[in-house]
């Protein structure tokens, strides 16, 4: 059963920092894209990371440029999101994914075949 289990969120002020965690089971971690998405209340679900897992190779949105950085540690299994110099647009649910194909970064949010239950990431003035 693949499993996706997201931690670290919580509430931070406007300009600190979260590092967020996802650790993945139940498939073989080291060939798979893992994102992470976030939504925040009454928008749709958008990209914000993503990272080969073979190739360690890192995709970014726009908006999170240079402020966010996704990295992995195959060792454990694990996805990471360090987000820096937070804003209150950061303010969301932050979710992590993963699909054998990368593509599916190009593709959107329907693309990806697993899901985790979300992290709460707010951030305060």
């Known amino acids: 059963e693949v499993q996706l289990v997201e931690s670290g969120g919580g509430l931070v002020q406007a300009g600190g920092s979260v590092r967020l965690s996802c650790v993945a089971s139940g498939f073989p971690f080291d060939d798979y894209a893992i994102a992470w998405f976030r939504q925040a209340p009454g928008k749709e679900r958008e990209r914000v990371a993503c990272?080969?897992?073979?190739?360690?190779?890192?995709y970014y949105e726009d908006s999170v440029e240079g402020r966010f950085t996704i990295s992995k540690d195959n060792a454990k299994n694990t996805v990471y999101l360090q987000m820096n110099n937070l804003t209150l647009e950061d303010t969301a649910v932050y979710y992590c994914?993963?699909?054998?194909?990368?593509?599916?970064?190009?593709?959107?949010?329907?693309?990806?075949?697993?899901w985790g239950q979300g992290t709460q990431v707010t951030v305060s003035p």
């Open positions: 990272i080969s897992t073979y190739y360690g190779t890192a």
């Open positions: 994914a993963a699909d054998r194909s990368m593509g599916s970064w190009y593709s959107g949010a329907l693309w990806f075949s697993s």
